[in-house]
């Protein structure tokens, strides 16, 4: 077969994977050379802020995908800047045959994607961005009156009956490289310049890699999935942790959703897992509609709520320290491994923000800093959700008790006990609430609180009237503008 000498170029995104890639696929078709290239740099509140989590599990995954385009003839073109520049300077350099690129549903590269597209118009540069990032396109699911749902049963009963992005084909079998060799950024240089060798512990929990999402979605299918409604509350108990594969794009939504279904036979079973699938399209969809949720409540009426600065709590409750042990250890195993389990998110959460009055933002950030799965959409609903300011969310004056948590979903201590191991010898009686254990009891298994584990840094029954006066106040607060 004979190529053209002017390569299509296709952005990788949030998509580093060669299966199911329609970017990727309208670019074999095209007959021509293909360059693929990541943009460093603006993927980039990520790669800029070099602090997160998340750039170790970019830099190996840049690093992978490399590998898997080196076995099929090609390989990965790592440019740096603002993607209008660098698109705009490539197509200027290269002439390139077309641009391709599947979207990304944030807010700033929704925006970013129009300007590109402009720029190229401009041009007379073909380019075309597909699906690919979601289950279904946020823009078309409105209700009745042309707007958008609030609630996720309204969302999801909608979106349900909606066609859904198919899958559009395999791994290609060869990718033909242009004939020039196209300078690149190398990774090892990313490396040396970012703080991911910081995080070296995590390659003992992550394995960042298209195989290694498959692996894990074909693992969770047959041995997990059947249970999973059953024990997807359970600390102790591995969920998929398929998050991360997930927001970097090493494996599709649609091909986790086509997988269950094809490989698995219990309905019930599959209708529990792609609900929550699909509860990270909801994120998604309610931050289009509300970009202003990254940093401001969804429901006004919490811009007025008395938050509190506490440096020292805020310190306790990163490090794990503030008493209450399911808290610390999810505090403790997110520093661990970069991740932490969902219930325990919730319980963190509403501690921070309810327990300790600390603004919800303040939490989030911690989070896109610390989590390998650091998604902003599902970030931010998760703690407005939980601090009760967001869409569909938990009503504020509902607050977790973290002990009362803890000996529902860790009824042995087996989490805690993992997480926090000055507390492993504690007898399970005690393991939520060590500071009501017998002296002699704590002595004999060698715990001395207020030194080897705090003591709880609140009470948990004052902080909730705190939080509820807290939220009495706001209310009252609003009332009285509203006459002014």
């Known amino acids: 077969m004979t190529y053209s000498t002017n390569p299509t170029v296709v952005w990788f995104r949030r998509d580093l994977r060669l299966s199911d890639n329609r970017a990727l696929t309208e670019a074999v078709t095209k007959h021509a050379p293909i360059l693929p290239i990541y943009i460093w740099g603006y993927e980039g509140d990520l790669t800029a802020s070099n602090k997160t989590r998340s750039v170790w599990w970019l830099l190996k995954s840049l690093r992978n995908l490399d590998h898997d385009l080196k076995l099929v003839g090609s390989k990965l073109v790592i440019l740096k800047g603002n993607p209008l520049g660098v698109i705009s300077k490539l197509a200027y350099q290269i002439s390139p045959r077309a641009i391709y690129w599947n979207k990304v549903y944030e807010p700033n590269r929704i925006s970013l994607d129009r300007k590109i597209s402009l720029r190229l118009d401009n041009l007379n540069i073909e380019h075309s961005s597909f699906e690919g990032h979601l289950l279904w396109n946020p823009e078309e699911i409105r209700n009745v009156d042309g707007g958008?749902?609030?609630?996720?049963?309204?969302?999801?009963?909608?979106?349900?009956?909606?066609?859904?992005?198919?899958?559009?084909?395999?791994?290609?079998?060869?990718?033909?490289?242009?004939?020039?060799?196209?300078?690149?950024?190398?990774?090892?240089?990313?490396?040396?310049?970012?703080?991911?060798?910081?995080?070296?512990?995590?390659?003992?929990?992550?394995?960042?890699s298209e195989d290694s999402a498959n692996q894990l979605l074909g693992n969770f299918i047959s041995t997990k999935l059947e249970v999973y409604e059953k024990t997807r509350n359970i600390p102790h108990i591995s969920n998929s942790k398929l998050s991360p594969y997930i927001h970097f794009g090493q494996v599709s939504p649609f091909t986790i959703w086509s997988r269950t279904i094809s490989e698995l036979e219990n309905i019930d079973a599959?209708?529990?897992?792609?609900?929550?699938?699909?509860?990270?399209?909801?994120?998604?969809?309610?931050?289009?509609?509300?970009?202003?949720?990254?940093?401001?409540?969804?429901?006004?009426?919490?811009?007025?709520?008395?938050?509190?600065?506490?440096?020292?709590?805020?310190?306790?409750?990163k490090?794990?320290?503030?008493?209450?042990?399911?808290?610390?250890?999810?505090?403790?195993?997110?520093?661990?491994?970069?991740?932490?389990?969902?219930?325990?998110?919730?319980?963190?959460?509403?501690?921070?923000?309810?327990?300790?009055?600390?603004?919800?933002?303040?939490?989030?950030?911690?989070?896109?800093?610390?989590?390998?799965?650091?998604?902003?959409?599902?970030?931010?609903?998760?703690?407005?959700?939980?601090?009760?300011?967001?869409?569909d969310s938990m009503p504020y004056f509902r607050i977790f008790n973290p002990t009362l948590q803890g000996k529902r979903f860790d009824p042995h201590?087996?989490?805690?006990?993992?997480?926090?191991?000055?507390?492993?010898?504690?007898?399970?009686?005690?393991?939520?609430?060590?500071?009501?254990?017998?002296?002699?009891?704590?002595?004999?298994?060698?715990?001395?609180?207020?030194?080897?584990?705090?003591?709880?840094?609140?009470?948990?029954?004052?902080?909730?009237?705190?939080?509820?006066?807290a939220y009495k106040v706001t209310q009252l607060t609003n009332k009285v503008s509203q006459l002014i």
Not at 356 to 368: C, D, S, T, Y
Not at 421 to 442: A, D, F, G, M, N
Not at 445 to 464: C, E, N, Q, S, W
């Open 148 to 208: 958008h749902y609030q609630t996720f049963t309204a969302f999801w009963n909608k979106a349900n009956k909606l066609p859904m992005f198919g899958a559009s084909s395999q791994k290609p079998n060869v990718l033909p490289m242009p004939l020039f060799d196209h300078d690149s950024i190398s990774i090892d240089e990313l490396e040396r310049n970012t703080t991911a060798s910081r995080n070296k512990n995590l390659v003992n929990y992550w394995s960042p």
């Open 270 to 317: 599959q209708n529990q897992f792609l609900k929550q699938l699909a509860w990270r399209d909801f994120a998604h969809y309610v931050l289009i509609h509300n970009p202003g949720a990254i940093n401001n409540p969804i429901k006004p009426q919490f811009q007025r709520f008395p938050w509190v600065n506490d440096p020292k709590g805020f310190s306790s409750w």
């Open 319 to 391: 490090l794990g320290e503030t008493g209450y042990p399911i808290v610390d250890a999810g505090l403790r195993e997110l520093s661990e491994t970069g991740f932490m389990h969902n219930r325990v998110r919730m319980v963190a959460a509403s501690f921070l923000t309810k327990h300790l009055l600390i603004h919800w933002n303040k939490g989030a950030r911690h989070f896109e800093d610390m989590l390998v799965d650091a998604d902003l959409a599902n970030n931010i609903m998760g703690w407005q959700w939980v601090a009760g300011t967001g869409t």
């Open 413 to 469: 201590g087996k989490y805690v006990k993992r997480w926090i191991p000055e507390l492993s010898k504690i007898p399970q009686v005690w393991v939520h609430q060590p500071w009501q254990s017998p002296e002699r009891t704590l002595s004999m298994v060698g715990i001395k609180l207020g030194k080897t584990y705090p003591f709880p840094i609140i009470d948990h029954d004052m902080a909730r009237v705190r939080a509820l006066d």
